[in-house]
Every structure is written in C-alpha cells, then in structure tokens.
Nanobody, 127 residues
C-alpha cells in the first residue's frame, strides 16, 4: 500500500515536498516512481529511483527543479519540488515497481510497468 501526501496550493516559484509512505512490501526491494496527471491530460512520468537509491531518472520538464530521494529505513520516497510553475499543476502519484534493476533502467517511465499505486495528491501552482 502506498500513501502519498504533501500536496497543496503554492505560488509560482515556490517549493513543495511530497512524501509517499509504503507498507505491506519490503520497501528496499522496490523501485519507486512519481507520475502526474494534469486535468484532461494523460498521466506522465516525473521521476524514478531504483531500489537502492543510487540510480535516478527525471523527465526533461522537471530536471534541475525536482529531486527524488528515498529513505529505506522509513519506507518513504520523497519528491522535492522547487521553482514550481503553473504547468506543474497536477495530481501526483507515487508508484512502486517490482522489477530487476536492468528492466527498471529501460522501463522506469512506463506507468504500466509499475505494480502498486498510491491515491494521488493534488499540487496546484498559482501564477
């Protein structure tokens, strides 16, 4: 089970940190990802991190603004978002993938490769 929280309303240029707490699985075995879905649009990959935290992937649109990290001792993955823009407004979902490192390295951006999903948390960036 995944539970995401930390969303809210923030002004453009501001920062926000999302958290996703996992339970029911061995968290340290899971590759984790963040996706987002804006109103009327498809869900898109945002960031991914492998089980050990030493390999990280970002969508081009969030590079140098967002940082994904994880704390395996706390069974939690984070998404630190800074320099937020109105186009970052979306429901943000965390997801977990039970994939080998090799498969994750080539499929981290594919939503259907993830096995478990959180309920989503809304981020609204005002201009």
């Amino acid at each position: 089970q995944l539970q995401a929280f930390g969303g809210g309303l923030v002004q453009a240029g501001g920062s926000l940190r999302l958290s996703c707490a996992a339970s029911g699985r061995t968290f340290s075995n899971l590759n984790m990802g963040w996706f987002r879905q804006a109103p009327g649009k498809e869900r898109k990959f945002v960031a991914g991190i492998n089980w050990s935290g030493n390999i990280i992937y970002y969508a081009e649109s969030v590079k140098r603004r967002f940082t994904i990290s994880r704390d395996n001792a706390k069974n939690t993955v984070y998404l630190q978002m800074s320099s937020l823009k109105p186009e970052d407004t979306a429901v943000y979902y965390c997801a977990a993938a039970e994939l080998s490192s090799l498969r994750f390295s080539t499929n981290y951006y594919r939503g259907h490769e993830y096995d478990y999903w959180g309920q989503g948390t809304l981020v609204t960036v005002s201009s």
